[in-house]
């Protein structure tokens, strides 16, 4: 799909159920009421000249190039800011207007560079193309006072600013303050002195810029250029895909020269971000084509001898007589696979179907196990379905925003800038963290509520947000009898009125006052459209899936699912999270979310795949590591995940991996886990690839191949050598035949195909003979699983408790700049941003123990140490401390403890209790890594600095 070149209307599209007829160069043309003039002229063919207009920002209408003439009406008006009317006769190609829009561009050339020529966008560039079509012939006033000396900032390490070349259309601030959000852009000076100004008058760097680069694109010169243009050049063709970081999932145009990538230029017609994007999409993507990636396949028999490269044949004929050796060993349940949520949907598939048909078990696993695994428990017990319900776009239909455990702002950042567009609008918000994070306040909005609740009380502030609601006769009593069942709402109703679930009873428990918490609770249930977003600040806990049915509990008693503006959405981490969960990757349940028990089921596929499944559920990952301590568990096929890093009680998993003896890892680096591993197969950057993602709202997108795999293979085509080297049969030419096969075994998936993706730019699940074309907003008519159920939520402790010894709770969280384990942001210029994860503390525990910031401090949990630099700041509180886990040295995962949420056995990662302490000198465990990742990186011949 070839979409280098998008239209742009130049102005936003409307929408309304009245339509006007107007004539525009003696063309009819038919429109919604509120389109500006421009626009329906470029609908009809009639491209208007334009600077300060673009379609993606409201008209602002100052650079007067888009004038036309109106009949009937004196003077130019400017098309851009001039709605359409009945009847109207416009004429936007006449010799006055000829003359009009020539002199605007003579004054603006007459104080530009002249040096199109040797410009890194010639040939891309607005300003340009407009001179063309006006016929600017020549420009008479060139000796005049000029900005073209000004001197270029820099110091942004993805874009130039190179204010010679601005014509001050203001669509770079536009773009900041109503794309974006974030408001760092100014017009500085007036008249000829006016100029861009970020911050204060600083440079890029020092200001408030997050580097989206909503800017960037939005110039219509070469003011503001990606630096990968300047040196590059501009594109030849692209090709659209899907953002491989967050479970946003933004589409982007990959524009290429050759098989390099030039720039990723979000997508217009995107139906998750609508053309925006964060820095991580736009900017961070070069790792993939970073010199440490490994390419070539390798294989040692023990984990202290060297790396050896051999053939893609020799190492899977390796791995495959391993794992085929110690089932001989140790029986057919003694080996797994964990599936990757940053690999497609096909890949996921695939290794889930290797493990059930080829290994012959179904130990299978995947990272969802310690992020979002609750909400998938949580959701089917109450509604029906373990996924969120809505559309990202749904929370602009939102009166109240309820934000639960999540930092969107950091971890799903194109998602924030809409949430904060609402909330510009004025929707109300209520914040649940115990940190003051961006959502809290920010440019332009302040939350109504901020419950700052003590770590681990989350169930205790759901069960008293729905006393108030139960007590003070809030309730949507219509809609419960209607849509829901009657036994288990009134058992929750008598359970939630007790009076120990009282906001001034939990308010001892909780911290938070209960004065707001009624305010907030009130707020949710009277206050129109409520929509919940939450995260992992939900799941990641002892009782994550009790919180999560809280959360659906709370929105079925108000009414608030099954219509745009409403519902409870889960803000799912990774690109493809939610399809390594629907394509069958839990132990437990076949693609489609069905019982591996269900003998109906389990023989669909067997008639399908051609074997006998085992109708026990496998082993989770906690229960992996458990069964090798044990001696029980000795292989694993690990591909695209890191769970050394990211799993807790990073000591527990290394011993566990440490007494295996086959570990196959697949990766595009050699991550930690691969420094416990016996086989190496190089794995695909998700350039290098096709197949579909899902994201978190069900939105399967297609990702697009733009350069050849630079092993040779596709993570799909490794899965597939795999399986057949250990026997079992697969002979997919192209995943679009996967696809077909898992739309002919799942119902939710039956209508998916990649033929349909293509037509439809992306498609939410379920996609099927119900809804042919997908389902944006999930329990309309009635609920996923017939009547909503409402289940008991009883608040309790966590074993997880301060004590004198560990006084302090840590949480654990994101920052925008990086990434989940940090093997692809690590390895961009983001490192610029946050190059070390600190540990936050809160000035009063700080001072208690001669903390300063910046200072080394040591942090001890009862699972391990480890040495971070301090950060001093009232945005946690006190007894609070906040780490994020991006760097594998600074070992926050030694600390947490391997407590996890009773159902899901999700880990507990935002609750461990800790002692802080000022220190001088690594922990024991970081000494040890130092010394191990040295040797691993010897072994397998990396250059140690840049690993
Ligand atoms: S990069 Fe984004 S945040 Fe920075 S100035 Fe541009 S629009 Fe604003
Ligand atoms: S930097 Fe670009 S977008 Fe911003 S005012 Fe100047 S020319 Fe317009
Ligand atoms: S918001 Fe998420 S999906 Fe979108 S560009 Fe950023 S990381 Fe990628
Ligand atoms: S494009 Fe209309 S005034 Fe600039």
Redesign the pocket.
């Known amino acids: 799909m070839n979409a280098i070149d998008d239209k742009d209307f130049g102005t936003p599209a409307r929408e309304s159920a009245t339509m006007v007829t107007l004539e525009i160069d003696g063309v009819p043309v038919t429109v919604p009421a509120g389109t500006s003039v421009m626009r329906a002229s470029a609908e009809a063919g009639i491209n208007v000249p334009k600077l300060?207009a673009t379609d993606s920002l409201e008209a602002f209408g100052s650079c007067r190039v888009c004038l036309v003439e109106i009949e009937g009406r004196r003077g130019y008006p400017a098309s851009c800011t001039t709605p359409v009317e009945p009847g109207m006769k416009v004429r936007t190609q006449t010799p006055k207007l000829a003359d009009i829009r020539r002199g605007m561009l003579e004054l603006y050339i007459s104080d530009h560079p002249l040096d199109c020529l040797t410009c890194p966008t010639n040939g891309n560039c607005e300003l340009q193309d407009v001179a063309g079509l006006v016929g600017l012939r020549e420009v008479r006033y060139t000796k005049g006072k000029s900005h073209v000396d000004l001197k270029k900032d820099e110091s942004n390490p993805y874009f130039t600013?190179d204010p010679s070349?601005?014509?001050?259309?203001?669509?770079?601030?536009r773009a900041c303050e109503e794309t974006q959000g974030t408001f760092a852009l100014t017009?500085d000076g007036r008249g000829f002195d006016s100029r861009?100004a970020a911050g204060q008058n600083e440079a890029f760097m020092e200001s408030e810029c997050v580097s989206c680069g909503a800017?960037v694109q939005?110039?219509?010169?070469a003011?503001?250029t990606e630096k990968s243009v300047i040196k590059i050049g501009v594109a030849e063709h692209s090709a659209i895909t899907t953002c491989a970081y967050c479970g946003v999932g933004c589409a982007f145009k990959a524009e290429m020269k050759g098989s390099e990538v030039v720039r990723m230029v979000p997508y217009k017609d995107g139906k998750a971000n609508h053309g925006h994007s964060c820095v991580k999409g736009r900017f961070a993507w070069g790792y993939a084509t970073h010199r440490d990636r490994i390419l070539k396949p390798m294989i040692r028999k023990k984990i202290t001898d060297p790396w050896q490269e051999v053939s893609w044949e020799e190492a899977i004929g390796y791995a495959a007589s391993e794992f085929r050796r110690i089932q001989q060993q140790h029986g057919r349940g003694s080996v797994g696979g964990i599936t990757s949520s940053r690999c497609t949907n096909e890949e996921t598939y695939l290794v889930q179907k290797l493990v059930r048909a080829a290994f012959g078990n179904n130990n299978v696993d995947t990272c969802a196990r310690v992020c979002h695994s609750p909400t998938g428990y949580g959701l089917k017990q109450t509604l029906g379905e373990s996924a969120g319900t809505q559309t990202f776009d749904s929370v602009m239909q939102s009166d109240v925003i309820m934000v639960i455990g999540a930092n969107p702002a950091a971890a799903h950042p194109v998602f924030a800038s809409q949430m904060k567009r609402r909330l510009r609008q004025g929707a109300k918000l209520i914040v649940v963290d115990p940190r003051t994070t961006e959502m809290v306040k920010g440019a332009h909005y302040r939350a109504d509520y901020h419950l700052k609740l003590r770590p681990g009380t989350n169930v205790a502030v759901i069960d008293a947000i729905a006393h108030v609601v139960v007590t003070e006769g809030l309730l949507r009593e219509d809609f419960i009898r209607e849509r829901c069942d009657q036994v288990s709402f009134e058992q929750w109703k008598t359970f939630v009125a007790q009076p120990e679930n009282s906001p001034e009873a939990m308010e001892a428990v909780t911290g938070v006052p209960a004065d707001i918490l009624r305010g907030a609770a009130r707020l949710y249930a009277t206050g129109g459209n409520a929509a919940i977003y939450y995260g992992l600040g939900v799941t990641e806990h002892a009782q994550g899936s009790t919180m999560v049915m809280g959360i659906a509990n709370l929105a079925m008693a108000t009414g608030n699912v099954g219509r745009l503006g409403v519902g409870v959405n889960p803000l799912r981490g990774q690109n493809n999270v939610q399809g390594s969960c629907d394509m069958g990757s839990f132990p437990h349940e076949l693609p489609g979310y069905r019982h591996i028990s269900d003998s109906t089921v389990r023989s669909e596929f067997e008639a399908h795949w051609g074997v006998t499944l085992d109708a026990e559920p496998g082993l989770r990952i906690p229960n992996m590591f458990e069964a090798a301590l044990d001696g029980s568990f000795k292989g694993l096929y690990c591909q695209g995940e890191d769970i050394v890093q990211s799993d807790p009680n990073t000591q527990h998993v290394a011993a566990a991996l440490s007494s295996m003896e086959c570990i196959v890892v697949q990766d595009i680096f050699l991550n930690e886990t691969a420094k416990y591993a016996h086989v190496f197969l190089p794995g695909s950057s998700f350039l290098e690839k096709d197949g579909t993602f899902t994201n978190a709202e069900r939105r399967i997108s297609r990702v697009r191949k733009v350069m050849p795999a630079k092993a040779g293979y596709a993570d799909w085509e490794v899965t597939q050598l795999l399986a057949n080297a250990l026997g079992y049969p697969m002979n997919y030419a192209h995943p679009s035949e996967i696809m077909a096969e898992i739309a002919a075994l799942t119902p939710t998936f039956r209508g998916v195909t990649y033929e349909k993706i293509d037509r439809l730019g992306s498609i939410q699940w379920p996609c099927n003979e119900q809804a042919p074309d997908g389902t944006p907003i999930m329990h309309v008519e009635q609920f996923v699983r017939g009547k909503g159920r409402f289940i008991i939520t009883k608040y309790v402790a966590t074993d997880e408790k301060v004590t004198q010894r560990f006084p302090l709770i840590l949480t654990t969280g994101r920052i925008l700049s990086q990434y989940n384990v940090g093997a692809q942001t690590r390895r961009t210029e983001n490192v610029q941003w946050h190059s070390e994860d600190r540990l936050e503390i809160h000035p009063h525990d700080a001072e208690e123990r001669g903390i300063r910031e910046g200072d080394w401090v040591g942090i001890e949990s009862r699972s391990g140490q480890t040495v971070l630099r301090a950060t001093v700041t009232e945005n946690v509180q006190p007894g609070v401390v906040y780490t994020t886990f991006h760097f594998p040295e600074s070992g926050a995962n030694v600390i947490t403890t391997d407590n996890s949420d009773w159902a899901t056995n999700c880990p507990e990662y935002k609750v461990t209790a800790v002692q802080v302490m000022p220190v001088t000198q690594p922990s024991e465990w970081q000494k040890n890594y130092q010394r191990f990742n040295r040797e691993q990186l010897e072994l397998a011949k990396v250059d140690a600095t840049s690993a």
């Open positions: 300060c600013y070349k601005c014509i001050v259309c203001n669509r770079c601030v017009i861009v800017c939005a110039c219509p010169t003011t503001l």
